[in-house]
């Protein structure tokens, strides 16, 4: 069975710096593209960000780039997001995905970790 | 910027039927853009509903199905259930790796 489990957030101050993880299990974790998405308090769903497979291609969201950072570990199954330059507006649930690139598009979600930035 | 276009609520009888759709600011959307489908409801974690524009998911009922309609794409629910209220997101995927979400459609049953 997969499984899809994010952890790391917490309540941060602007222009501060937090790694959440994805920790996966039940499916062949190497073979997959791995999504960042994001939910605002009182807003929709945004993506934030992809990881090929390999770690060889990395894509962000213009609201996010240059600040956040995707990579993952292929030995132990996670996907981390680096995030720093924390703004007000990255207070969000942050959820994993996986990538299903055939399709584009996403399947087994976490339940996700709640990022607050507040000073 | 691209944006995409939900319906921001929509309202279904019990046992109706409804068409949820999901359009571009500029142009069609078309199966190129591999629309999906999600059903979000707040507290719980997102559930994949149809992708590739009209596959279902596993597990997911044939009540729930995807096309397109015209330039936009659909998603239609048969036979409404009280437990299908809940916020549906489409997202297409705008190539070059860039996938956007819609606003979502709220969904009330009543």
């Known amino acids: 069975q997969v499984q899809v489990v994010e952890s790391g957030g917490g309540v941060v101050q602007p222009g501060r710096s937090l790694r959440l993880s994805c920790a996966t299990s039940g499916f062949a974790f190497g073979n997959y593209g791995m999504h960042w998405v994001r939910q605002a308090p009182g807003k929709g769903l945004e993506w934030v960000s992809l990881v090929w497979h390999d770690g060889g291609k990395k894509y962000y969201a213009d609201s996010v780039k240059g600040r956040f950072t995707i990579s993952r570990d292929n030995s132990n199954n996670v996907v981390y997001l680096q995030m720093n330059s924390l703004r007000d507006e990255d207070t969000a649930i942050y959820y994993c995905a996986v990538w299903f690139g055939q399709y584009e598009y996403f399947e087994h979600w976490g339940q996700g970790t709640l990022v607050t930035v507040s000073s | 910027q691209t944006v995409v276009t939900q319906e921001p609520s929509f309202s279904v009888s019990p046992g109706g039927t409804v068409t949820l759709t999901c359009g571009l600011s500029s142009g069609s959307v078309s199966t190129s853009y591999y629309p999906s489908w999600y059903q979000h409801t707040p507290g719980q974690t997102p559930r994949t509903l149809i992708y590739?524009?009209?596959t279902r998911s596993s597990g997911v009922p044939d009540r729930f199905s995807g096309s397109i309609l015209g330039s936009k794409a659909a998603l239609t629910i048969t036979g409404a259930q009280a437990d299908d209220e809940s916020t549906y997101y489409c997202v297409l995927y705008m190539s070059s790796g860039i996938w956007v979400f819609g606003g979502g459609t709220k969904l009330t049953v009543l």
């Open positions: 590739n524009t009209n």
